[in-house]
C-alpha cells in the first residue's frame, strides 16, 4: 500500500487564537484562519488543522483529555485508497468523505484519515555541509549560519508519536492491515514504523503506556537541515516559547531534535536530517533510555570568552 | 499566604508587587537566573498560590507553553504544556492527565505590608 506519510494532523483546542500564534511563530503558514479554525502549512502543503474543541465537526479523540482528533495520511494513488477501504471495511466502519478521502478508526482508538495525497513537489536543497575531500559542497560565498532575519519554514509533515494501551495490538494495525514496516524499535517500548509509500525512518513510533496516558506524545515537522533547525528553535525560544529536550541528535533515525510544550496537550518537535530506508534494512532493538535516544545534545552558551560581566567563579560554575 | 513584615530577610526573595498578579493570571518567575522559571504564581479566587515549575509526571518538566502561560483558557486549571496534565490552582492536586491524583510542589509565599510579593527560599 502506498501511504506516502502524514497529510494534516487535526486537534481541538481551547484557545484557537493562541494555537494559532503559536504555529506561526513556529514556522508554519496560515491558510483560512479565523476565530473558530485554521490550517498551517509547512512549504509542501501537509498542515497542522486546529479548531476549537467544541467544534461538531471534530471526530472524538481516543480519548476525552487527547486534543488530536484525527491523523490524515497521505496515498499515491487510487487504488492505494480502495485497497484500505476495503481492507478495513472487513471489520469496521469505513466512511467516504465529501472530499473524496476516507475516514475510520485504528486499534487504539485514534481516528484516522486517507486522502490522494495534496503535497506539493519541493525542489529545495536541503543543508550541505563542506568537507575536506567530499564531493558536494555549498556554493563558494554561501554561508552556512542562517543568517539574521532569514525566513526558515518547516518542509514538511514528519511524524506523530502516539501513547497506546496495548502496544502490540496497535503495531498489528499498522503492520498487517495498512502495510508499515518497523525500521527500529525501543525493547518494551514500542516500534518506529514507516508506511509503503515513504523511506524516511518514521512517519510513526508508538509508545506503550498505561490507559490513564492514552494520547500523543509529540508529532513534528521536518526542517531543512540542522543549522536551520535550531536557529529556528532558538528563535522560538526568544519568542517565549518553552523547550523540553534539545537540541540534540537522536539514534535511531539520525535525526536532530527539539522539543517544546505546546498548546496541544503533547509536545511538538522540530526535527532535520532523518534517515532513510529501504526494505533492506534490519531493524535494530534498543532500550529506551536518554542515552540510547541521544547521540548528543548541545547546550547554549551565553557567554564564551572571558570578558566583562563573566562571574568571579566563571562561566563554568 | 500570609501577610508579614518580617519578609525581608534573607529566607524570602523578592517576586514582584502582590498586585501585578491579577485575578486568574499566572505568572513565572527565575530567581536563580537558571534561564528557565523554577517557579510560578496564581490567583485563583483572590489568592495567590505559589508552585514549583515542576511537573510530577517527568520529573522536574517544565509547564508553561509559553512564558507565563500556566493556565488552561478557561483560566480554571493550572495545565502542564508537557502531555496536558491539569491541577487545581489552589491545591496543586492533578485531577486530569497521566499524573491524576499526585500534586504540585507547593512554595510558601508572603506578602508584605508594603504589598511585596515574597517567596520562601
Ligand atoms: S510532564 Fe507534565 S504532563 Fe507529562
Ligand atoms: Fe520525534
Redesign the pocket.
Known amino acids: 500500500m502506498k501511504i506516502v506519510g502524514l497529510e494534516s494532523l487535526i486537534f481541538g483546542v481551547d484557545d484557537v487564537r493562541g494555537a494559532a500564534r503559536f504555529l506561526v511563530d513556529y514556522g508554519l503558514t496560515p491558510v483560512d484562519v479565523s476565530d473558530r479554525s485554521g490550517r498551517f502549512e509547512a512549504i509542501d502543503g501537509t498542515a497542522v488543522v486546529i479548531a476549537r474543541q467544541d467544534d461538531p465537526a471534530l471526530p472524538p479523540g481516543p480519548v476525552p483529555g487527547c486534543r488530536l482528533r484525527k491523523t490524515v495520511m497521505g496515498v499515491a494513488d487510487e487504488a492505494t485508497l480502495g485497497a484500505i477501504a476495503a481492507e478495513l471495511r472487513r471489520d469496521r466502519e469505513v466512511r467516504r468523505l465529501p472530499d473524496g478521502s476516507i475516514e475510520s478508526i485504528d486499534d487504539s482508538g485514534f481516528v484516522i484519515g486517507f486522502q490522494l495525497t495534496a503535497r506539493r513537489p519541493v525542489v529545495l536543497p536541503g543543508e550541505i555541509s563542506n568537507a575536506p575531500g567530499g564531493v558536494v559542497f555549498r556554493p563558494i560565498n554561501s554561508l552556512g549560519v542562517p543568517p539574521p532575519g532569514s525566513v526558515i519554514r518547516p518542509r514538511s509533515l514528519s511524524h506523530v508519536v502516539y501513547f497506546v494501551p496495548d502496544v502490540a495490538k496497535a503495531e498489528a494495525f499498522y503492520v498487517n492491515r495498512l502495510g508499515f514496516r518497523c525500521t527500529d524499535r525501543f525493547t518494551g517500548t514500542g516500534p518506529f514504523l514507516q508506511p509503503g509509500g515513504s523511506l524516511d525512518h518514521h512517519t510513526h513510533f508508538l509508545i506503550g503506556a498505561p490507559p490513564h496516558m492514552h494520547g500523543v506524545e509529540h508529532f513534528t515537522f521536518h526542517f531543512g537541515g540542522p543549522s536551520e533547525m535550531i536557529t529556528n528553535g532558538y528563535r522560538f525560544v526568544e519568542k517565549g516559547y518553552q523547550a523540553f529536550w534539545g537540541p540534540g541528535r537522536h539514534i535511531l533515525g539520525s535525526n536532530w531534535f527539539w522539543y517544546f510544550n505546546s498548546p496541544f496537550g503533547c509536545h511538538i518537535e522540530m526535527d532535520a536530517d532523518m534517515d532513510q530506508h529501504d526494505a533492506s534494512w534490519q531493524p535494530r532493538e534498543a532500550t529506551a533510555s536518554a542515552d540510547n535516544s541521544q547521540a548528543f545534545l548541545l547546550k547554549m552558551r551565553r557567554k564564551w570568552y572571558p570578558g566583562p560581566g563573566i562571574p568571579e567563579n566563571g562561566d563554568y560554575a | 499566604m500570609a501577610t508579614t513584615r518580617e519578609a525581608r530577610s534573607p529566607r524570602w526573595l523578592r517576586l514582584c508587587r502582590a498586585d501585578e498578579i491579577g485575578e486568574a493570571q499566572s505568572r513565572g518567575f527565575d530567581p536563580d537566573d537558571e534561564g528557565q522559571d523554577s517557579l510560578f504564581v496564581v490567583r485563583w479566587q483572590g489568592q495567590l498560590h505559589g508552585w514549583r515549575n515542576a511537573?510530577p509526571?517527568?520529573g522536574g518538566?517544565p509547564?508553561a507553553w509559553r512564558r507565563d502561560a500556566y493556565l488552561n483558557a478557561e483560566r480554571t486549571r493550572i495545565v502542564?504544556h508537557?502531555?496536558?496534565?491539569e491541577f487545581m490552582p489552589d491545591t496543586g492536586l492533578c485531577v486530569q492527565?497521566?499524573?491524576r491524583g499526585e500534586r504540585l510542589i507547593d512554595i510558601e509565599l508572603v506578602v508584605d505590608a508594603d504589598g511585596e510579593l515574597f517567596a520562601k527560599k
Do not use: E
Not at chain 2, 508537557?82 to 496534565?85: V, Y
Open positions: 511537573c509526571h517527568v518538566a509547564m502542564c508537557a502531555h496536558g496534565a492527565g497521566p499524573c
